[in-house]
């Protein structure tokens, strides 16, 4: 069974940096696909980044491109995601997810085998 768990979420304020960690269980990470997606309060969950199982392809949503960098660790079973230049509507919660796939680099969610629980991102204006 595969596990995610995510790390660094928190209180920012408008303008300023985060970098969320994701660590994932299991031997075969480096041939997942990873992504992460958020949902604010009322909202559906949205796609945010994905990364290619080795690092060569990445995929944004056209609301992070330029200030979110996802990237990934395959030694160290983590994957990451910078975020820069934050603004208050970033606010949400940010999960990780693992795609088994191969060759998967999806934006739908249900794309995706395996989730974490979440961490809090709340950017203040």
């Known amino acids: 069974q595969v596990q995610l768990v995510e790390f660094g979420g928190g209180l920012v304020q408008a303008g300023g940096s985060l970098r969320l960690s994701c660590a994932v269980s299991g031997r075969t990470f480096s041939s997942y696909a990873m992504g992460w997606f958020r949902q604010a309060p009322g909202k559906e969950r949205e796609f945010v980044a994905a990364i290619r199982w080795s690092g060569s392809s990445t995929d944004y949503a056209d609301s992070v491109k330029g200030r979110f960098t996802i990237s990934r660790d395959n030694a160290k079973n983590t994957v990451y995601l910078q975020m820069n230049s934050l603004k208050p509507e970033d606010t949400a919660v940010y999960y990780c997810?693992?795609?088994?796939?191969?060759?998967?680099?999806?934006?739908?969610?249900?794309?995706?085998?395996?989730w974490g629980q979440g961490t809090q991102v709340t950017v203040s204006s």
């Open positions: 997810a693992a795609d088994r796939r191969v060759h998967g680099l999806s934006r739908t969610r249900n794309a995706y085998d395996d």
